[in-house]
Each structure stands twice: as C-alpha cells, then as structure tokens.
C-alpha cells in the first residue's frame, strides 16, 4: 500500500480482509485476513491503473476500499481454482 506506514497497512488490510471474508462468506483467520487485504489491495490498484485510475496514496479509505475490492477478487480466485 503505497503511502501507507507499515502499521497502517496492516491495519487497512485487516480491516479490508476481515471485511472481504465476511462478504464472501470465507471463514479465514486474522493473519490471512491481512494478507488478503494488503495483497488485494496491490491487485487491486493494479487493475485500476489499468485502466487509468489511481487511489490516493495516503488516503485510508481509498486503500481500504482498493483493498476489500482486492481480496474479494482473491478470494474468488481461489474457489474458482481449488474447484
């Protein structure tokens, strides 16, 4: 999360995972509830550059957003596989 100090990413990201998880019904822990909204918010902001739109780099409700689109789209990616 670019802007973001170490702990607010973690932070952001948790929160993002947690609420990722909840909207699609995942039952996943605090430690991968991180990882899924650091991660997705990375994936995030690099589809949305794609198409030539970027988030705030310090802004936390951007980032959180980027990052509960990001790992919703992580988790479906991995139901989609492991089926």
């Known amino acids: 999360m670019q802007g973001l100090?170490?702990?607010?990413a973690i932070i952001v990201g948790g929160l993002a995972g947690w609420?990722?998880?909840?909207?699609?019904?995942?039952d996943t822990g605090i430690f991968l509830n991180v990882i899924?909204?650091?991660?997705?918010?990375?994936?995030a902001n690099a589809l949305l550059s794609m198409f030539g739109i970027y988030t705030q780099a310090?802004?936390?409700i951007a980032q959180?957003?980027?990052?509960?689109?990001?790992?919703?789209?992580?988790i479906w990616l991995y139901r989609a596989v492991a089926r």
């Open 19 to 26: 609420l990722a998880s909840n909207i699609m019904k995942a």
């Open 5 to 8: 100090g170490w702990i607010a």
């Open 36 to 43: 899924l909204g650091i991660v997705g918010a990375v994936v």
């Open 64 to 74: 959180g957003i980027a990052g509960i689109v990001g790992a919703v789209i992580l």
């Open 58 to 60: 310090g802004s936390w």
